[in-house]
């Protein structure tokens, strides 16, 4: 049975324990048998029940194991097999956590049980004392076997090797421990079951930072000695995820990150995307240490085609001008990128790749492309103005509504190259051709959501988001914003006019990304309610151009 986030955050006092204990013929699951199962049920500090039995195992008990446990032969032959016990046993337990001492050989040797009488395993979550005294008392005592735990607290019940008892001192033990687990924040059953390897954890102590944490969706942030942010972060659930830096994320930067940590902030936040959205807008105004990705938006470029000239050719520019008659594509990660995706269209298209303005007359020097043959020289007067236009008049109809126009040209030669068994060239034009697929679609996705105008969505029933321009409402947190390069953060560029959307502003790109990746990933508990100009798209699904999957030989 899995459990929900809402069972495993349950406060312990008000978690089903069933601590539990058997006795065996040996030490093997497979060749050995049960001779006696004994359990306590336990919630809030208070005993809620006892189950205990001899099990027939339909072998012989060696002496070896009678000496130790005081189990004969005699004590159970009459006793039920294991077959007849398991169905009280398995009532008894529920859906309540189980907890045993070394619990890993009392649940294998169940396991075998169940699958011998062709019942299903335990789904039940499992607690181990020994391996939270190890983590918790190791300093204190010589070893953490149950008789020495018990002499070390002082338990009431006594480990005797016999089921019951062993139970009865195991579930003493669990509360001793509980008791000792509430100076690390554990509060809930998450907590708890994580406990183990958190508390093995060099900055263990900075544990308790987490105790106020909710468990709620919102944005949390690090903080150093000085109380500058190292980091920001979004949770669905906040207390959850801050405690998992604890425990399996071996990362490098973790481990820098956790020394340098003094402090932890939060923002609640309503739901997920609202979460998605304030950590981007968190992460561009405050640009942590230890967030690599987006504090480097300044870092994108455009690739610009520039239609306000005579012969236009292709430019990578930092910033995009609104107004100015030139198509933009971007912003794109890098000015690496948009070279990238630049080469892989004039590897398509004969634009002209020099970049002096054209004069009225012809010059006599042709460029070095046009003498290759790879692109148009209307400088040199080779490339009339109306044959010049017919390319550009392509590329522009490539990036915008018929991408084919630039792809089958780069598929052609992917299999000429191919085919002449030049496969490196052949990939390299590969990743060109793929670069440029995730250049169109990104804009086709952000540019889509930009033009849906004021959108308003029901998300799983729990109430609306708006979105104006692709850029979620109402979110704006005092005290948390400033402007940046002088302007407000909730200045926003929309259409230009009737043709079609201006430049996406760089400072916004990762923001409609962040709502877009969401609402395409979670489309299935998204209901539109409201929606100004559409929101869809009548244009054509663009190829991929992946690498082929590796065949194992």
């Not at 903080?223 to 207390?239: F, N, S």
Request: hydrophobic share 40%; net charge positive.
């Amino acid at each position: 049975m899995q459990r929900s986030f809402d069972d495993l955050g349950t406060p312990l006092c008000d978690v089903t324990f069933v601590v539990f204990d058997v006795e065996t013929t040996g030490g093997s699951p497979s060749a050995d048998a049960i001779t006696e199962v004994g359990a306590v049920k336990l919630r809030g500090g208070a005993c809620l029940g006892t189950f205990q039995t001899l099990v027939n195992p339909g072998m012989p008990i060696p002496p070896t194991i009678t000496y130790l446990t005081g189990i004969t032969e005699s004590m159970v032959l009459p006793a039920p097999p294991i077959s007849e016990v398991l169905p009280a046993f398995l009532e008894f337990v529920g859906d309540a956590v189980l907890v045993g001492h070394n619990v890993r050989f009392d649940l294998a040797f169940m396991g075998a049980a169940l699958l011998r009488t062709g019942r299903p395993k335990l789904a039940n979550r499992s607690v181990d004392t020994c391996g939270l005294a190890r983590r918790l008392v190791r300093d204190e005592v010589p070893n953490c076997k149950l008789e020495t735990l018990a002499r070390q607290f002082r338990l009431s019940h006594r480990p005797t090797h016999r089921a019951l008892d062993d139970a009865l001192a195991t579930g003493e033990l669990l509360h001793c421990l509980l008791e000792r687990v509430t100076a690390l924040g554990v509060t809930g059953l998450d907590d708890l079951l994580a406990l183990p390897t958190v508390a093995g954890h060099p900055q263990a102590d900075k544990l308790r930072l987490t105790a106020r944490l909710p468990r709620t969706p919102g944005v949390y942030l690090f903080r150093d000695r000085g109380g500058r942010v190292l980091y920001v972060g979004k949770a669905t659930d906040l207390r959850r995820r801050v405690r998992s830096y604890f425990t399996g994320d071996d990362r490098r930067k973790i481990g820098s990150l956790l020394r340098e940590l003094h402090s932890i902030d939060h923002i609640e936040c309503k739901g997920e995307l609202e979460a998605a959205v304030l950590e981007i807008r968190l992460i561009h105004q405050l640009l942590p240490r230890f967030n690599r990705h987006g504090t480097r938006w300044r870092q994108g470029a455009y690739l610009k085609l520039t239609l306000n000239e005579r012969f236009p050719r292709l430019s990578v520019v930092r910033r995009a001008k609104d107004g100015d008659g030139c198509l933009y594509l971007g912003p794109l990660p890098s000015t690496a990128m948009a070279r990238h995706v630049a080469d892989a269209i004039e590897m398509a298209s004969p634009i002209r790749r020099c970049t002096k303005r054209p004069g009225r007359e012809p010059i006599d020097t042709v460029c070095t492309p046009a003498q290759l043959g790879v692109a148009a020289c209307p400088c040199a007067g080779i490339t009339g103005e109306e044959e010049y236009a017919a390319i550009v008049t392509q590329v522009v109809r490539g990036l915008t509504c018929e991408p084919d126009l630039l792809l089958e040209p780069l598929k052609r030669r992917m299999s000429l190259l191919s085919a002449a068994r030049r496969f490196e060239e052949a990939a390299d034009m590969r990743d060109r051709a793929s670069a440029l697929v995730r250049a169109i679609s990104r804009q086709r996705r952000l540019d889509g959501l930009r033009g849906a105008g004021r959108l308003r969505l029901d998300i799983d029933g729990h109430g609306p988001a708006v979105l104006e321009s692709g850029r979620l409402e109402g979110l704006e947190p005092p005290g948390t914003h400033v402007s940046r390069d002088g302007l407000p953060p909730v200045a926003w560029k929309t259409a230009t006019g009737t043709e079609g959307l201006g430049p996406l502003p760089l400072d916004m790109a990762d923001e409609l990304s962040v709502v877009a990746g969401w609402l395409e990933q979670k489309a299935a508990r998204v209901r539109v309610v409201e929606c100004d100009n559409g929101w869809s798209s009548a244009l054509p699904r663009l190829p991929a151009f992946d690498p082929p999957a590796r065949r194992l030989s």
